[in-house]
Every structure is written in C-alpha cells, then in structure tokens.
C-alpha cells in the first residue's frame, strides 16, 4: 500500500458540506447534482477518511416534521454503520435562513435570538445522538455592514449570554460535549464580530464555564486577516484549548477559498502539520484532522473525490516531510536550546534576590549581538525537506 493513502487511524473528516458543495457561487449556478447524505458516508469511507461532520440542516432539511427527522437520521446511523464512520463533530446552520440576515446570537431582536438558541438546542440533541463529542460555532452572519445599528459591546454581551445559556443546557443534559468556537474576519458580512481565534481565546476566559469551550480555527479565515495560521494554533495549544480544527488553503488578501488542504502555502501548511504532529518533540494534537474545504468549480463528483484523496495524502506527506526534517542532525543542532545553568533559574519566579542577580550579571550586548544564528541555513534545509531532495 501507498503510505500516503489515508486510514481511519489518521483520524481525517469531511463536512457534509465540503465535499457535498456543488460549486454554486455569487455568479454562476451549481455545476454538481447535490449528492445523499448516505452516499457521502460511503464515498468518504472508500476514500480512507474517518468520520463525516454536519450542520443539523444538512442532514434534516429546515423545516422537517419530527418523523421525518427521525427517519432520515436512523439511515444516515444505518450508513454509518455500515461503512464505520463516525461523527465526531456537528454544528448549527445559523446562517442560511433569512431569519438570520442580521445575525442569530447578536441579533437585535429577541425573537431572532431566541430561534437560534431553540435550533441549536436541536442540533445539540442531533449530534450527540450521532455521537459527537465537539459542537462548533461559527458565527457566519454574527456582524454588521452598518456598524451603527449596535455597540459591538452588546454583540459580546449577547454572544457570552448564548454560550453560558447552552453550556448549562448540555450540562444539565448530561451530555459529554465540548464547544468549539471558530472566527473569521468577514463573509459572509461586512465585519464578524470575533474575527481572529486570539479574540475568541480572550472571550472563552470570560464565560461562566471555560472549561467546556475552546477554538476551531480554520486556516482559510486567520490567512484571509493576513495573520500567520501556525502561531494562532500553536496559541490555543498552549492554552489548551484547540478542540477541533478547519485544515483548507487560502491565499491572503482573497475572499474565502477553502481550497484543498496544501494547495496553497505549501510552507505554511508545513509548519502547521509540524505543530500538529509535535515532530519537534512537542506534546501532538489529537483531536479530529477536518477538512473545510471543497473542490474547484471546475469538477465533476469524480473530481470531488480526487479533491479528498488529495487533502488528506497532502497532510501524510507534509507529516512524512515534518518528520525527516526534524530528524535531520544539522536541523537539530542549529535549533538546539542554549543552556547557561547559572542565567535559567533567575528568569523565571521573581524574588527581590533574582533581581539583585540578573542586575549584577555580567552581559555584553555588543559581544551577545555578535553571533550569527544561520536562521538562513535552517530555512534552507526546510525548503530543501520540502522539495524532497534531502
Ligand atoms: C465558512 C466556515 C464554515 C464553518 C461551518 C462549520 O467560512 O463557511 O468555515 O464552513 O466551518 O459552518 O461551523
Ligand atoms: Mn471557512
Ligand atoms: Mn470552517
């Protein structure tokens, strides 16, 4: 077998939104027959992947009678089952609807806030049903065009009062689920509120139970603010807080792309796959590996599926090329941590002494500022990884 083709162990999901897409955009019709939910399952499964994701309306169409519902969710299982997947993330459509053209959450008007909480309760029971453990949040319409027609400390306000409301709400359920929230700077409006995975990990520390919500960050949207994906990831990491993650392509400056995982910033994608898979020595994500991203409109449901292969053998690769280069013996000791026994301990834990210390401590500016890092070598070797000629 190919060791790049994918397995369930590599722990790889789709969106039935992703690959379902049918290349409809703001110009042109769809281009693809919208394909059954059952039939991604397998599809997926025959492509290696390992789990299928899904907002509560692509699988029960808005405005389904309860028996329907359950009918079309006991096949969906049915399929599940049938070809071993598993759901391990869902979330609501809180942006489809016309209900939503000036937000969910945020809304101005009580009974708009209201049906959202009402449909994410819903989506909440849905996906636990199918048994996922992550719920995620992407606030689509939570923004504005005309800036005036609220104090974006409300938008917070409403925003925190939602979350502590459904937080209770899968306590008291007994539910065994987190929250992952995902930010985006604009698009589908004007601004977002919450545009960068940064604003979100400041907001989850206000809530009353910040242990059940952490981040979904997607490397199309911090791309799109010009930011660097790697460290926003690496942020919420350290904190503890990546509960899921959108993996697609994006080039800056653009709208949302959601191109195929790698296809663009192959670097970037490098350094992520790096962090991901803690090939430096680092304690590895473990969580789901989900695509958010969707095929060229150019394709036909053949195409869809080389753009899935194509994802997840891109990360194999990447994963395989983040290995070998952190095992490279000119990589590690150009990174290797300088130790100096006597200067570590008084950097850490202030005392009146350490600081007597530090004062006293003989350093030379002009001398320390002298040494080349050879940061041009180990970027080099990087791009020489990469290229697959070392
Ligand atoms: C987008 C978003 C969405 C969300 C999805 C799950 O820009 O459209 O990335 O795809 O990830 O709604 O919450
Ligand atoms: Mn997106
Ligand atoms: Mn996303």
Not at 170 to 193: C, S
Not at 208 to 226: I, K, L, R, S, Y
Request: hydrophobic share 40%.
């Amino acid at each position: 077998m190919d060791p790049f083709d994918p397995t369930a162990k590599d722990r790889f999901t789709f969106g039935l939104w992703t690959v379902g897409n049918t290349g409809r955009d703001p110009f042109g019709e769809a281009v693809r027959a919208p394909l059954a939910p059952t039939h991604i399952v397998r599809k997926l499964s025959e492509c290696g992947a390992w789990g299928v994701n899904l907002h509560d309306n692509d699988l029960v169409p808005f405005g389904s009678s309860a028996s329907e519902r359950d009918r079309i969710v006991r096949e969906f299982k049915a399929a599940l089952q049938e070809h071993g997947m598993c759901v391990p993330m869902a979330t609501t459509n809180l942006f489809s609807h016309p209900i939503f053209k000036d937000g969910a959450f945020t809304s101005n008007d009580p009974k708009v806030r209201a049906f959202a909480l009402r449909k994410t309760m819903d989506g909440i029971d849905l996906g636990v049903e199918l048994g996922a453990r992550v719920y995620v949040f992407w606030g689509g319409r939570e923004g504005t065009e005309a800036d005036a027609c609220r104090d974006p400390r409300t938008a917070v306000a409403r925003t925190r009062e939602a979350m502590d409301f459904l937080c209770d709400y899968v306590r008291e359920q007994g539910y065994d689920l987190v929250f992952a929230l995902e930010a985006k700077p604009n698009e589908p409006r004007g601004d977002i509120y919450f545009p960068t995975t940064g604003h979100m990990l400041h907001f989850i520390s206000t809530l009353a139970h910040p242990e059940m919500v952490g981040v979904n960050p997607e490397v199309a949207h911090e791309t799109m603010a010009g930011l660097s994906f790697t460290h926003g990831v690496a942020q919420a990491m350290e904190a503890g807080k990546l509960f899921h993650i959108d993996l697609n392509a994006q080039r800056i400056g653009r709208y949302d792309q959601d191109f195929r995982f790698g296809s663009e910033d192959v670097r970037q994608a490098f350094l992520l796959v790096r962090l991901l898979e803690g090939t430096l020595g680092t304690a590895p994500y473990t969580g789901p590996l989900h695509f958010d991203a969707h095929a060229y409109r150019s394709e036909d449901e053949a195409g869809v599926w080389d753009f899935a292969r194509g994802c997840m053998r891109t990360y194999k690769i990447l994963k395989a090329r983040a290995q070998a280069f952190d095992a490279d013996p000119e990589v590690r000791a150009l990174i290797a941590e300088q130790n100096d026994a006597a200067i570590e301990p008084l950097l850490s834990g202030y005392t009146k002494d350490k600081a007597a210390k530090l004062r006293a401590l003989a350093l030379d500016p002009a001398s320390i500022s002298k040494r080349g890092l050879r940061y041009e070598r180990l970027d080099q070797l990087m791009i020489e990884h990469l290229l697959g000629v070392r």
